[in-house]
């Protein structure tokens, strides 16, 4: 059995509801009231979407950066 590591986005929307997403799985995402709760729904979630995935091309993570853009 082969173990994948995924990076998971975690955001918090308007209700407090976290989503937690995994963006080397197309569609791959879960919510939760908790974190906790989140993280068990999206392991349930990639199991589903690793059966769709084709992992000879497996993304890496290399970080976040963030872009300031001025409005004209």
Not at 14 to 32: K, R, T
Request: net charge negative.
């Amino acid at each position: 059995m082969k173990i994948h590591n995924y990076t998971v986005y975690i955001e918090k929307d308007e209700d407090g509801v976290y989503v937690g997403s995994i963006p080397a799985l197309s569609s791959c995402h879960a919510e939760g009231n908790t974190i906790v709760e989140m993280l068990r729904e999206l392991k349930k979630v990639v199991k589903l979407c690793e059966r769709n995935s084709d992992f000879s091309n497996e993304m890496k993570f290399v970080g976040i950066q963030n872009l300031e853009i001025a409005n004209a």
